[in-house]
């Protein structure tokens, strides 16, 4: 049997990941392909709970960094095992709503963690594995901010309470992460339209994977 596709999104808070994988995950679907679609943290029992106390306990204000980042580790290990790999192994396409670039880019650079630690933890979380194509979506760190807030039914997240000048950062990082991997990560400027966003995503995914054609 044929491996599945290993898709990746990134990027900073309210620049359109969640939209646009809809719209990916369609497009995959016209090609007769199975998607499943991942989140992270989270994504399992065991990285539902992590997410929980990483985003909303109130003790959660008491956290180290370096704890914060063995925990979206932690969830990133359970996910990869129990299942992005056997997904990937019975031919299913597997798109994540974030993947380790998010710790490489919140956690060493956000944060300020040492970035060869981060790497080590990286790597020993999902081992060999990395998507065939990260889809980063850039945009202004603010105006993604306001994206999120008004979309946002419920509370702020505890990293979503960040100030603006760590989701800058954040951005900045994503662009050098790009810029040292431009075999696997494609950056795409996420301030126009949803529509036209999609086209540009699905232009791209066409060219990258010769194997898909719509049925
Ligand atoms: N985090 C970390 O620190 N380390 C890690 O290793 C990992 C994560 C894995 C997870 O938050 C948090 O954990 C995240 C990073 C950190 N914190 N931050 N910041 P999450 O999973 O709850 O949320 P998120 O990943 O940040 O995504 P989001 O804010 O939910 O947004 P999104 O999925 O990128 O965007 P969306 O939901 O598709 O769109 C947001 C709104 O904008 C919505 O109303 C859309 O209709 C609208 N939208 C979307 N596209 C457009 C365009 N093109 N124009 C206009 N409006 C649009």
């Not at 065991?46 to 990483?54: A, F, Q, S, Y």
């Not at 993947?99 to 060999?128: P, W």
């Not at 990082?173 to 991997?181: I, R, S």
């Not at 339209?193 to 194997?211: G, H, T, V, W, Y």
Request: glycine share 8%; hydrophobic share 40%; net charge negative.
């Amino acid at each position: 049997m044929k491996r599945g596709i290993f898709i990746s999104f990134e990027g900073s808070e309210g620049c359109g990941k969640s939209t646009q994988i809809s719209h990916l995950t369609q497009l995959l679907k016209d090609c007769g392909r199975e998607v499943l679609i991942t989140r992270e943290p989270g994504g399992t029992v065991i990285g539902e709970k992590i997410r929980d106390l990483l985003q909303f306990t109130p003790e959660a204000e008491e956290m180290t960094n370096e704890t914060e980042l063995l925990l979206f580790a932690a969830s990133r290990a359970q996910l990869v095992r129990e299942v992005i790999q056997p997904a990937l192994e019975n031919g299913i396409c597997v798109i994540a709503d974030r993947f380790l670039d998010s710790t490489t880019v919140y956690q060493g650079i956000g944060r300020g963690l040492n970035a060869s630690s981060v790497s080590k933890i990286n790597d020993f979380a999902v081992g060999e594995l990395k998507p065939d194509w990260t889809v980063l979506l850039d945009m202004d760190a603010a105006a993604g901010h306001a994206r999120a807030l008004a979309s946002r039914s419920a509370q702020k997240d505890r990293i979503e309470d960040q100030p603006l000048t760590f989701f800058e950062k954040v951005r900045q990082g994503y662009l050098k992460l790009a810029e040292q991997n431009p075999e696997r990560i494609e950056m795409f400027d996420a301030s126009g339209s949803i529509d036209q966003l999609a086209k540009e995503i699905r232009q791209s995914c066409f060219s990258r994977f010769d194997c898909l054609e719509e049925k």
